[in-house]
């Protein structure tokens, strides 16, 4: 068999992600649910985004589609210049594994392999060589998220938030167009937290990553330089940097709109 081939064309200036008029259904007739109900919004080239909403909202729905993971229903898609909407789920899974970096609330390591191999696994999975170039790029990467000790150790025997900069190293090590991080903090506490957050904020100002996190947190979403919520399906609210009382008190608003 043909293995598929898809080599989007990369356009340095324009949004990694583009939504035109997306829907995203679930089920049928009575019991249809509308998770996504219209959208329309870029995500830009170097930003960190941050997605926001009641539970049920959609923003999962938006992640997964937004990712390659999941189709709209009607609507297009674009990432990193790739018509998703009109393509196959091997040509989705190619996109994904050349330009989609993930973060997990769970961390999602390994448990068999060290800290520096969980962070090579994905060249390994892809075929990919780790050229000279490549391999200081992930040194350089290690010894900014503070991990070049503990490199040899296996998950089991780091903290949370160690085992979440080896997540968050292993994502930023091929440098994809976008990593999509889901409630990243969601397991540490909370100085873990702002440890792994202002890393994503750093990579964001000095690496040019572009991250687009979903989280239910004020003060994670203080962090980012742009604030989409989302409700019943919709974009309702894009805002600039926001402290954290602020970002509570949209949340409340929208909340209360929905009730
Ligand atoms: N596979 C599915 N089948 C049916 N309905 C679904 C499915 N996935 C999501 N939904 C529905 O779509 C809507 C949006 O769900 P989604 O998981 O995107 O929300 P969310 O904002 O991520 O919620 P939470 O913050 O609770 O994780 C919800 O009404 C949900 O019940």
Redo the contacts with the bound molecule.
Sequence with gaps: MNQPTYSPPLQPDSAVVRFRGVTRT??TGAGQ?R?LDGISVDIQRGAFTAIM????????????VAAGLDDPTSGEVWVAGAPVHTMTDDQRTLLRREHVGFVFQSFNLVPTLTAYENVLLPFELAGRRVDAERTAWIQQIIATLGLTDRVGHRPSELSGGQQQRVAIARALAATPQIIFADEPTGNLDSRSSREVLSLLGTAARDYGQTIAM?S?DPVAASYADRILV?AD?RIVGDHGRMSPQEISHLLISFEEQVA
């Design positions: 679930y089920g649910v998770a909403g009641p539970s049920g909202s959609g923003k999962s729905t938006f992640m997964n979903v239910h989302i399906g």
